[in-house]
T-cell receptor, first 115, second 114 residues
């Protein structure tokens, strides 16, 4: 049981390049999330999904797109990377229980640098 | 808008001390509150989750309490060890219609010196 995994762990992009970050979970969780963590800003929600085939915007969605074609995978795409997207990206998942008991489990993160 | 605050931002203590980490939030309408630990360059590890109907949760040397009416939570670490050195984050899940997100504090960096 690997939990939540993220690919790649590190990446350096040039401004304008595109890339996709992959998140996979093997806990059969319905909900999945993408956060970014920046110094002095804490973690902020980019996009989330409440089930296969669904996506929704979070707090800071601009410049990102997501897809949830399979329940276990949640992809985060950057179509045209900007230096402002330099950050550490975390994926998380949670089961839809009673609402108050759903704990979020996090992946190890992807460190992205945009030059 | 829900805001979560953790003060102080950093704390350095000698080994063996009992510690209290503070978390405050502005809106008491929450589903739950979760405490995480983050080691340098690593992801977040969930420590404790307190549901809105609960007052506290315990796991080993950790005890977390929740006072929704005052918008406060504390994480108590008993007999601190150098291995407890990490950044501790508090997060609440707001009771907003359709909201699935966690709102995080900026974290408190703890250093326990041998």
């Amino acid at each position: 049981n690997a939990g939540v995994t993220q690919t790649p762990k590190f990446r350096v992009l040039k401004t304008g390049q595109s890339m996709t970050l992959l998140c996979a979970q093997d806990m059969n969780h319905e909900y999945m999330y993408w956060y970014r963590q920046d110094p002095g800003m804490g973690l902020r929600l980019i996009h989330y999904s409440v089930g296969e085939g669904t996506t929704a915007k979070g707090e800071v969605p601009d410049g990102y797109n997501v897809s949830r074609l399979k329940k276990q995978n949640f992809l985060l795409g950057l179509e045209s990377a900007a230096p402002s997207q330099t950050s550490v990206y975390f994926c998380a998942s949670s089961p839809p229980t009673s609402g108050s008991a759903d704990e979020q489990f996090f992946g190890p993160g992807t460190r992205l640098t945009v030059l | 808008k829900q805001e979560v605050t953790q003060i102080p931002a950093a704390l350095s203590v000698p080994e063996g001390e009992n510690l209290v980490l503070n978390c405050s939030f502005t809106d008491s309408a929450i589903y739950n509150l979760q405490w995480f630990r983050q080691d340098p360059g690593k992801g977040l590890t969930s420590l404790l989750l307190i549901q809105s109907s609960q007052r506290e949760q315990t796991s080993g040397r950790l005890n977390a309490s929740l006072d929704k009416s005052s918008g406060r939570s504390t994480l108590y670490i008993a007999a601190s060890q150098p291995g407890d050195s990490a950044t501790y984050l508090c997060a609440v899940r707001p009771w907003e219609g359709g909201s699935e997100k966690l709102v995080f504090g900026k974290g408190m960096k703890l250093t326990v010196n041998p």
